[in-house]
């Protein structure tokens, strides 16, 4: 269920009979398998034409283009799929709402703080002294539900962000320096992993949005038009510690990246092809690792847990009970 | 308009009349009514269901495999379409005996539908396949009762801004909304 197929070659993908078929530059053929498919991930140059897309549309599966510097592009969405009116006027009114807003902005950000604090926790635990950072963080989240404006909120994010990421530099290996968030382009190698695990993340959830009928483009936290699919800001934000940061700390502590997986240049910093190959393996990897659900009585997979917090968001805006964001709970 | 009897209001929107808000009742309305209320009000209200859940079990497909009998399907107004053996019956077909309160209801109210909308007096067949029984359903004063109050408990649901809150059912875990409920 759920597979998403990475595409690193260059080379076009077609419809081929009742499947999909890349052809690679040296003539390789490979068919990927689409009953079970959420998404395709484009990451190579690769043509394409209309007939691939309806194929694709038919069986509901999405695809996502990574363009130049592993930055997102955009995505092909399949038309079939939830539509909804009554989902998209609640939306809007709670957008418009300015209480309403800020609140699910908020909770937004209180559940960002949790799963941040979770990881830095995880190596408190394990022979780092990181009380100052847990205290700060915990401090910021007890801030936000103070906050009465949308910046406001955006503030205190952004200072336990950076009271996170402060954390990197004990906990990464020799090698691989941080130093603060740099974007556009990235700067250095951990900054190369956090940009392209974050769009990964962030395409993760534009798929899960998908699902739903809510309208990707209206979001609370982010404001509408940030990006094409601002509320997949809002919702990434929640994951990215779970998903991007356990991935690049797993990949690195295991010397399973070197030098050659990057291309410095004066100013920046990017992933090469199997760099990004390393990386999209083991995020795969992650989104398929299970847990054990408080609430549904079954193990779900972190890939699903995307989806659920879009259900989650859709019936707060719905039925009006309250939205509890995804925090981590293991 | 004055405040309505939803029955009423059925039965004027049934019947094209001019209406402020029109109301319309479908068997699997009749059914979820019975099954669970907040069921009921992710239906009226179109929210999807996760076609990818394999656990959805519960739905009226099974009834077209369930029984080799004749039959034939009557659409009446597209909103219900009732089920007819060659005898004139209506029957309706319930694979397990826990559905069996639920399937009743609803083959109550086409009896009743085609009563009152249609001028039809038919007689009902709840049929159980699995355990090879029928049992006859008739529109008695009762019934008529028993279905006039589901239409009004349903209006309620339906009308309301909110779903009754999620509560723990026998039918929970077979159930397209279950994560839509418990993902909390
Ligand atoms: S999951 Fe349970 S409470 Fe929710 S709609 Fe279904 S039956 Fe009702």
Redesign the pocket.
């Known amino acids: 269920m759920n597979d998403n197929y990475h595409i690193f070659s260059d080379g076009r993908v077609e419809r081929h009979n009742d499947t999909v078929r890349l052809i690679t530059e040296d003539d390789e053929k490979k068919y990927l398998p689409i009953e079970n498919a959420e998404a395709l991930f484009l990451h190579g140059q690769i043509d394409f034409n209309t007939r691939l897309i309806s194929f694709l549309d038919d069986h509901g599966v999405a695809m996502h283009v990574f363009g130049w510097n592993d930055y997102y592009a955009g995505s092909v969405m399949p038309e079939r799929g939830q539509t909804s009116g009554q989902t998209v006027v609640k939306q809007v009114r709670a957008y418009d709402d300015p209480d309403h807003r800020l609140d699910i902005a908020t909770e937004f950000v209180s559940g960002s703080i949790h799963n941040m604090r979770a990881n830095v926790a995880y190596y408190d635990n394990r022979g780092f002294d990181f009380a100052e950072a847990l205290g700060d963080l915990g401090h910021r989240r007890e801030e936000i539900s103070s906050v009465d404006a949308i910046d406001e909120a955006m503030g205190v994010e952004a200072g336990a962000r950076r009271a996170y990421y402060a954390t990197f530099d004990e906990i990464l290996p020799d090698g691989f320096v941080f130093n603060g968030r740099k974007y556009n382009p990235p700067n250095n190698k951990v900054n190369s992993l956090i940009s392209f695990g974050n769009s990964l993340v962030y395409a993760s959830v534009v798929s899960a949005i998908r699902a739903t009928a809510l309208d990707p483009t209206i979001s609370y936290l982010h404001e509408p038009g940030e990006r094409r699919y601002s509320l997949a800001l809002d919702i990434a934000d929640l994951f990215k510690p779970l998903l991007t940061d356990r991935v690049l700390f797993r990949l690195v502590n295991r010397g399973q990246l070197s030098a050659d997986d990057f291309d410095t240049e004066l100013n920046s910093c990017l992933l090469t092809e199997s760099g990004r190959k390393t990386y999209s393996k083991e995020f795969e990897k992650t989104l398929e690792e299970t847990i054990e659900h408080p609430n549904l009585n079954r193990k779900v997979s972190y890939q699903y847990l995307l989806r659920l917090e879009a259900y989650k968001l859709k019936k707060h805006l719905l039925t009006g009970e309250a939205y509890e964001p995804f925090e981590r709970w293991w | 308009m004055s405040e309505a009897d939803p029955v009423e209001l059925l039965l004027r929107s049934a019947r094209d009349e001019a209406v402020d808000v029109s109301f319309h009742v479908t068997g699997v309305m009749m059914q979820y009514y019975v ?5 009921l009000w ?1 239906e009226s209200r179109d929210i999807e269901i996760d076609r990818d859940n394999p656990s959805v079990v519960r739905g009226t497909q099974v009834d077209n495999t369930a029984y080799e009998d004749k039959r034939r399907n009557l659409s009446i107004d597209g909103r219900i379409s009732p089920d007819l053996l060659d005898d004139g019956r209506v029957v309706e077909v319930k694979p397990s005996s826990s559905l069996i309160e639920p399937a009743r209801l609803q083959l109550l109210y086409y009896l009743w539908y085609l009563d009152r909308v249609a001028g039809v007096e038919k007689n009902g067949v709840l049929a159980h396949p699995r355990e090879k029984k029928r049992e006859t359903v008739e529109l008695t004063d009762e019934a008529v009762q028993r279905v006039e109050d589901a239409i009004r408990g349903i209006f309620d649901v339906v009308k309301s801004d909110s ?1 009754p809150t ?4 026998p ?3 077979s ?4 994560d ?3 993902s909390c």
């Not at chain 2, 159930?175 to 279950?178: G, I, L, Q, R």
């Open positions: 099954v669970c209320e907040r069921e992710f779903p999620a509560e723990e059912r039918f929970c875990e159930c397209a909304y279950y839509f409920c418990w």
